[in-house]
């Protein structure tokens, strides 16, 4: 079992940017497919992206298409995602996890992933 780490939150005005990083240790991420997941205060938590173990499939709830870039670098065993065009409504506790489903079909309204991380807080306000 890997442990995850994510960092890289904290507060930034609308229309900002921040990139959160899932360090892996205590094993190799390059198996496995990753997801990053979200959770406001009063809510659910939900699926963002995720990335296959191959990094060639991408996919991104609704939500964020088109503003939030995840990748990965297996040589430093760390799955990133690229927060743009941050909104109000992106705040939230973001953790990474491996997905248990393949990233190509999962379509964020279940959350199977195991090896969750601690979490990192973004707050979007002006």
């Known amino acids: 079992q890997l442990q995850l780490v994510e960092s890289g939150g904290g507060s930034v005005q609308p229309g900002g940017s921040q990139t959160l990083s899932c360090a892996a240790s205590g094993g190799t991420l390059d198996y496995y497919t990753m997801g990053w997941f979200r959770q406001a205060p009063g809510k659910e938590r939900e699926g963002v992206s995720c990335?296959?173990?191959?990094?060639?499939?991408?996919n991104y709830a609704a939500s964020v298409k088109g503003r939030f870039t995840i990748s990965r670098d297996d040589a430093k065993n760390t799955v990133y995602l690229r927060l743009n065009g941050l909104k109000p409504e992106d705040t939230a506790v973001y953790y990474c996890?491996?997905?248990?489903?393949?990233?190509?079909?999962?379509?964020?309204?279940?959350?199977?992933?195991?090896?969750w991380g601690q979490g990192t807080q973004v707050t979007v306000s002006a």
């Open positions: 990335i296959s173990s191959s990094g060639t499939i991408t």
């Open positions: 996890a491996r997905l248990t489903r393949p990233c190509s079909t999962w379509t964020f309204t279940s959350l199977s992933a195991v090896w």
